[in-house]
């Protein structure tokens, strides 16, 4: 594909220069001009895929705050290094604003420069009108994209920082220094320029990408208007709407940079907002993907087809997805962190793929019992000794090895558990065989079993893997072969949770709050909400309330999108992060070969996050070399 290969050859170039000063390289060393970046269409295309290529990059996952403080993974601390890992590390309290980690202002420590990022956006806006075999509605469309990537950078800085510094246009290469030093906008001021950005860039932009050889991955209508909506979320959300935590928060000439008052309003904005994305995404032909995948598929039951079919949700190719609203053009490179060693073979690939990002039981634990409804609230499931060893049975054998000894607690689980967690007993399918009474089992016991602890680089500290993140067809044996996927960005399943959230948190439960959610639900085999806590919880009035529904959604949210970096945004907008990293982070006792002392619950990580990790710190130089721009609350 034309835009994903040109985009890659950028950021490689980007990659071997230090500053990467000159816009990504685009132009000859010897040719340092703005003129030649923009004398004809061609070079003018290239400009507007250097706009785009910060934005891929967010596909790198260690670098995504939503993915590495979400607590769903724990990244062991290891003598090797096998990426940046810093991300992984926040939530063992290690930022500072001597060097913040994941620095998105400044461009640092695993983050990426946003503001370069706008600066290339603004240089576009500026130059688009030279090109002169550029046609009319083509600028135009480019126009929309670039637009749209200038107010995406924006709010990606927003998410993290709160109030930021807009750039408008770009300062003149001869403007005075203290021109520079420009101050932060208000937080209302901040929401409202992003959202005039995308409402200017939204009647413009493509309905759908026709020609997918060489275009696919550029920016429609339906994609921005789903950010709009999720833009529109987060600004409504209690992070940000009237928080008591920042209403004495002021700038150095007394402003108050943050709202100080909850603005109900807000919610009902959104919740048209997502209704107008969903309009325009299911006119699109998008729905809510249901595909039983075939390739490598043999003698496979219904039960088990119908895990494929949730894991091919997230790992199915984009293009085959009718349910993907956005993703990015680079793939997820992670498999050889996710997939359990499963052969004897596969130990050997320890040093290299070494099988350790390990899944905390509380995450585990938030996924419904096959009821529909949570482990504690599940009036028929044995909450009080789930951690007892049982034997898997022929009613689970499509999910846990029958005659194999394993915990209680993975019995009578909701199906998203068995297609999301690999976990000791648990059925891996796939890894290269295609019938499923052939089908590899994860044996995590002892340090000499078959997917167990192997070495210092290649345990998994908790017993379970996320498996929803690894794509049946990789193999790992001798050698690893990984089957690409792109990680979505936003869904249309993840876009219906979000319109229930507004609806409720605008004018409580609704019959349309319920048929949302249950679209969900009934896609991952399970009953609708009011009927199943009905019927089977301790609590079956809480769906009535709008505290109560709002805890279900969240909970709802957090399964259906787990380990797709998008938990730890929910989290901090819903400010409830603090609370969940309050609380240490546990798995099994992996180095007991015995049932009954393995599932022993031991304590991994002791988190480490307070009030002021909710926004990033700027770097203590910044805040020095700029006296305009006010450090951030509580740091």
Known sequence: MKLYHKLICLTLLCSMSVSCKKYLDIVPDNVGTLDYAFRNRNEAENYLFGCYSTMQQLAEVTRNAGFTTSSEIVYPILQAHFFDESGFN???????????????????NNGLSMYKAIRRCNIMLENIDKPIDLGEPEKKRWLAEVKFLKA??????????GPVILIKENNPVDVDIEATKRKRATLDESFAYVLSLINEAIPDLPA??????????????????????????????????????????????????????????????AADACKEAITECEAQSLKLSTLVPSNGIGNVSDELKSILSLQAIVTQRWEDNPELIWALNYGFGYQGYTIPKLTSKSVSMANTYPSNWAVPISTTDLFYTDKGVPITEDKTWDYANRFTPQIGDDAHKHYIKQGYETAKTNFHREKRYYADLGFDGGIWFGNGIVDEDKAYYVQSRSQFAIGGPKSLNSTNVTGYWPKKIANYLSTMDE????????????????????????????????????????????????????????????????????????????QERRIELCFEGQSGWDLRRWKELQDVLSRPMQGWSIYEANAVNYYRPQTVVIPVFGLRDYLWPFSSTDVVVNENLTQNPYW
């Open 90 to 108: 926040l939530i063992r309290g290690v930022q500072s604003s001597g060097n913040p980690i994941l620095n998105y202002w400044g461009g640092t």
């Open 152 to 161: 995406y950078y924006h709010y990606y800085l927003i998410r993290m920082y």
């Open 208 to 269: 759908r990408i026709e020609n997918r050889t060489t275009e696919f991955g550029r920016i429609t209508k339906f994609m921005a208007m789903s950010v709009k909506a999720e833009m529109l979320i987060t600004q409504a959300s209690p992070l940000f709407n009237g928080n008591p935590d920042y209403t004495n928060f002021k700038d150095k000439d007394g402003r108050s940079l943050f709202p100080a008052t909850y603005d109900a309003q807000k919610w009902r904005i």
């Open 479 to 554: 050698n690893f072969t990984a089957v690409d996927f792109k990680l979505p960005l936003i869904r249309l399943g993840g876009l219906y949770l979000l319109y229930a959230e507004a609806l409720n948190e605008a004018d409580g439960p609704s019959a349309e709050a319920y048929d949302y959610i249950d679209k969900v639900r009934t896609r991952a085999g399970l009953q609708g909400l009011v009927a199943a806590w009905q019927a089977y919880s301790k609590n079956p009035s809480k769906p009535s309330t709008k505290e109560g529904l709002r805890q279900i959604i969240h």
